[in-house]
Nanobody, 119 residues
Framework: QVQLVESGGGTVQAGGSLRLSCAAS????????MGWYRQAPGKQREVVAT???????NYADSVKGRFTISRDAAKNTGFLQMNSLKPEDTAVYYC?????????????WGQGTLVTVSS
């Protein structure tokens, strides 16, 4: 069974930084696109950033210039470096991976990690 395990969330003051990690269990999951999403209280889940297997990245306008998505393909791990954090960045952050397991397409979500930014 393929799982994504996230880590790195926590509480930080505005202007601070956090680095989230997302590790896929096992090496049978051939990941194409990895992404980070977030869901604030009372709001819908939204995409924060995505990265393809070729390294192409996309960011939500609200995080451009502050967040950086990256991945270590050899370790099946993704990262989200978050700088200059704002209170409005407070949310549960979810990792998502789209790929194949023994040729069959799979999409997997992590359990979420809470990021709280205090003013």
């Amino acid at each position: 069974q393929v799982q994504l395990v996230e880590s790195g969330g926590g509480t930080v003051q505005a202007g601070g930084s956090l680095r989230l990690s997302c590790a896929a269990s096992g090496n049978i999951f051939r990941i194409n696109t990895m992404g980070w999403y977030r869901q604030a209280p009372g709001k819908q889940r939204e995409v924060v950033a995505t990265i393809t297997s070729g390294g192409s990245t996309n960011y939500a306008d609200s995080v451009k210039g502050r967040f950086t998505i990256s991945r270590d393909a050899a370790k099946n791990t993704g990262f989200l470096q978050m700088n200059s954090l704002k209170p409005e960045d407070t949310a549960v952050y979810y990792c998502n991976a789209d790929g194949r397991v023994y040729g069959a397409r799979r999409e997997v979500w992590g359990q979420g990690t809470l990021v709280t930014v205090s003013s």
